[in-house]
């Protein structure tokens, strides 16, 4: 593989000539580079290390220093230490506000979405987005929605644009763990007392840029601030964890995923800051990854994300998959309907012939043509079955999809259906029987989570 020095500008270039582009990450790993994002003009920052790296950035910013990761605002020259290419600290020498220019960033295909950048670790991930979902469903339910900043990088133009009313929202910006805890216990107490059944979701961001008390007020050079951070959110966890079991209250904390050390390849690389008490309390974890771009021409209007389940609860676990994220409007739902509706064969092609109802087995091959024909299709169709009504056969262009599920909430709903039927996992009671062979697969990941 050829290493080539080019600036973060050059990237734009070569990835809408279709060159594939990798950048150091951790472990020595060159990771490839999956999105260039132009984050328009911006207050700018020139941070200088003391063994001569420099970098151009914005106020929000994030670095992987000696306490984890910090935003550029929170840099103190002389104290702060960030992470350099040599898998050394490097001190901060310098932090010079340089005027607003333009501010672009990357986005790398890496479970913990970090890379090296003029030789020091930079940071960026799309985990604050499925938050703000969260949020946006929770008001349209009638819920109370409350968002607890640490990293002070919430942007409200793109709130609104992905359907959060912020007028309405809870906004609260904390610096500390303990004043995290100390705001969901105040606000869960709060509105309780207002309404004993009124939804609430309580959405942290993030665990990994919040410190703790100690740690503000003692230098960056003293030891110990992971240990106590993770002792501090263990006791808190097992509080909170009891309160909101008795409440109708949905608790979500975002967090960055780091490389374990010590890593002998075997189970799982990767481990969450603060500890494992998250891990352990949450009923959820659910683990995002960036794949690709999508583009419109040369422009890049988004993302295609991998989801995994890693621990479930509420259903089975070590489940995944993809969706398109656009930069203007977030997670596009009704787009992956039609990717899964067409994989599931329940929409085919309009021209399509009839059904094989012989029962025979399709041959692989034969598989793999519709599938290829489902995507080339421009017209597709599905059959409506209505109780007490004739099966109607619905025909639409692929564009028109998103309008037709907004005109017709019945078809709306029966597809829904369908891909429920199709995709969703459900557990069996003792007396089914399984109707497809199961595949056995003895490695993969540990279970320790």
């Given at each position: 593989?050829?290493?080539?020095?080019?600036?973060?500008?050059?990237v734009?270039?070569?990835l809408?000539?279709?060159?594939?582009v990798?950048?150091?990450?951790?472990?020595?790993?060159?990771?490839?580079?999956?999105?260039y994002?132009?984050?328009?003009?911006?207050?700018?920052?020139l941070?200088t290390?003391?063994?001569?790296?420099?970098?151009?950035?914005?106020?929000n910013?994030?670095f992987?220093?000696?306490?984890?990761?910090?935003?550029?605002?929170?840099?103190?020259p002389?104290?702060?230490?960030?992470?350099?290419e040599?898998?050394h600290?490097?001190?901060?020498?310098?932090?010079?506000?340089?005027?607003?220019?333009?501010?672009?960033?990357?986005?790398?295909d890496?479970?913990?979405?970090?890379?090296y950048?003029?030789g020091?670790?930079?940071?960026?991930?799309g985990?604050?987005?499925?938050?703000?979902h969260?949020?946006?469903?929770?008001?349209k339910?009638?819920g109370?929605?409350?968002?607890?900043?640490?990293?002070?990088s919430?942007?409200?133009?793109f709130l609104?644009?992905?359907?959060?009313?912020?007028?309405?929202?809870?906004?609260?910006?904390?610096?500390?763990?303990?004043?995290?805890?100390d705001?969901?216990?105040?606000?869960?107490?709060?509105?309780?007392?207002?309404?004993?059944?009124?939804?609430?979701?309580?959405?942290?961001d993030s665990?990994?840029?919040?410190?703790?008390?100690?740690?503000?007020a003692?230098?960056?050079?003293?030891?110990?601030?992971?240990?106590?951070?993770?002792?501090i959110?263990?006791?808190?966890?097992?509080?909170?964890?009891?309160?909101?079991?008795?409440?109708?209250?949905?608790?979500?904390?975002?967090?960055?995923?780091?490389?374990k050390?010590?890593?002998?390849?075997?189970?799982d690389p990767?481990?969450?800051?603060?500890?494992k008490a998250?891990?352990?309390?949450?009923?959820?974890?659910?683990?995002l990854?960036?794949?690709?771009q999508?583009?419109?021409?040369d422009?890049v209007?988004?993302?295609?994300?991998?989801?995994?389940?890693?621990?479930?609860?509420?259903?089975?676990?070590m489940?995944?998959?993809?969706?398109?994220?656009f930069?203007?409007?977030?997670?596009d739902?009704?787009?992956?309907w039609?990717?899964?509706?067409?994989?599931?064969?329940?929409?085919?092609?309009a021209k399509a012939?009839?059904?094989?109802?012989?029962?025979?087995?399709?041959?692989?091959?034969?598989?793999?043509?519709?599938?290829?024909?489902?995507?080339?299709?421009?017209?597709?169709?599905?059959?409506?079955?209505?109780?007490?009504?004739?099966?109607?056969t619905?025909?639409?262009?692929?564009?028109?999809?998103?309008k037709m599920?907004?005109?017709?909430?019945?078809?709306?709903?029966?597809?829904?259906?369908?891909?429920?039927?199709a995709?969703?996992?459900?557990?069996?009671?003792?007396?089914d029987?399984?109707?497809?062979?199961i595949?056995?697969?003895?490695?993969?990941e540990?279970?320790?989570?």
């Amino acid at each position: 593989m050829k290493q080539t020095e080019i600036t973060i500008r050059e990237v734009k270039d070569l990835l809408a000539a279709g060159k594939s582009v990798k950048v150091l990450s951790l472990g020595g790993e060159f990771v490839k580079i999956t999105n260039y994002i132009e984050k328009g003009v911006l207050k700018t920052y020139l941070v200088t290390l003391e063994t001569g790296e420099k970098i151009k950035c914005s106020a929000n910013h994030l670095f992987y220093a000696n306490s984890g990761w910090i935003k550029t605002s929170d840099l103190k020259p002389k104290i702060t230490r960030l992470m350099t290419e040599s898998t050394h600290f490097a001190t901060v020498e310098s932090v010079d506000y340089i005027g607003e220019f333009p501010i672009v960033d990357i986005t790398v295909d890496h479970p913990e979405e970090c890379y090296y950048g003029n030789g020091i670790l930079n940071h960026n991930s799309g985990k604050s987005l499925m938050g703000a979902h969260l949020l946006a469903e929770t008001q349209k339910k009638g819920g109370v929605a409350v968002f607890i900043d640490t990293e002070s990088s919430v942007s409200p133009d793109f709130l609104q644009a992905i359907g959060v009313d912020i007028t309405k929202m809870l906004y609260v910006s904390v610096n500390t763990v303990e004043e995290i805890f100390d705001t969901i216990e105040s606000i869960v107490a709060k509105v309780r007392k207002a309404n004993n059944n009124r939804l609430v979701t309580i959405l942290v961001d993030s665990v990994a840029a919040a410190s703790t008390s100690k740690e503000l007020a003692s230098d960056h050079g003293q030891d110990g601030y992971a240990t106590g951070k993770a002792i501090i959110i263990s006791k808190a966890m097992r509080k909170i964890t009891e309160m909101i079991a008795r409440q109708r209250v949905c608790l979500v904390f975002t967090n960055q995923l780091r490389q374990k050390l010590g890593f002998v390849g075997f189970g799982d690389p990767w481990t969450t800051s603060g500890g494992k008490a998250l891990a352990f309390h949450a009923s959820v974890r659910i683990r995002l990854q960036g794949v690709g771009q999508i583009k419109v021409g040369d422009a890049v209007v988004g993302i295609k994300t991998k989801s995994k389940i890693i621990k479930n609860r509420m259903g089975p676990p070590m489940r995944s998959t993809e969706f398109n994220i656009f930069f203007d409007r977030g997670i596009d739902n009704y787009g992956n309907w039609l990717e899964l509706l067409t994989e599931y064969d329940i929409v085919t092609p309009a021209k399509a012939e009839k059904a094989d109802d012989t029962g025979k087995k399709k041959t692989k091959k034969e598989i793999e043509e519709e599938k290829e024909a489902n995507k080339k299709a421009k017209s597709l169709q599905f059959i409506l079955e209505t109780e007490g009504k004739e099966p109607e056969t619905v025909k639409f262009e692929k564009k028109d999809f998103p309008k037709m599920l907004a005109e017709r909430p019945d078809i709306k709903e029966y597809l829904y259906q369908k891909l429920c039927a199709a995709r969703v996992m459900k557990y069996r009671t003792t007396g089914d029987s399984l109707e497809d062979d199961i595949e056995v697969d003895s490695g993969g990941e540990g279970m320790g989570e």
